[in-house]
């Protein structure tokens, strides 16, 4: 799994978000030029995870409940992704065809392994707040 555009539109959302204030969706699709049908299926996650507040109604709108410098990238795209593998032969239960057929370990998978572990190792020691605000 690389970065998909769901998680850099939750990125983007959670910028608008940051300074604690309500916000509508439409004003957030227009500050970050976010197309509206994505926006809210990604509120509605972040909503479910803990990360935001939705209001609904006239003065409604969306507010950042979590801390950002709590949240890691990792948590984002779990939240936001559900599955995190680079490859499906990652996934739990995956039954590789190859695997079976010749009966041995396969150095594809367990590269992709490794690679897998530097990606996830990676993306945890990220908070979401270093990322939106910290200069590199």
């Known amino acids: ?33 976010l197309p509206q049908q994505f926006v809210y299926k990604i509120l509605k996650k972040l909503e479910k995870a803990g990360i935001i507040q939705i209001t609904r109604g006239v003065d409604g709108g969306c507010r950042l409940t979590g801390d950002l410098k709590k949240l890691s990238l ?18 739990p239960n995956f039954q590789c065809a190859w695997r079976k057929k010749y009966n041995s370990k396969c150095n594809v ?26 200069q590199v």
Do not use: P, W
């Open 74 to 91: 990792y948590d984002l795209t779990e939240i936001v992704e559900g599955n995190k593998f680079i490859s499906a032969c990652m996934q």
């Open 1 to 33: 799994m690389l970065i998909t555009r769901e998680t850099d539109y939750a990125l983007r959302i959670l910028r608008v978000l940051a300074n604690g204030k309500r916000v509508t969706s439409g004003e957030i699709c227009k500050r970050e030029l």
């Open 109 to 134: 998978h367990c590269h992709l392994l490794k690679i897998q572990e530097v990606f996830d190792r990676e993306l945890r020691i990220h908070s979401i707040y270093q990322i939106l605000f910290e």
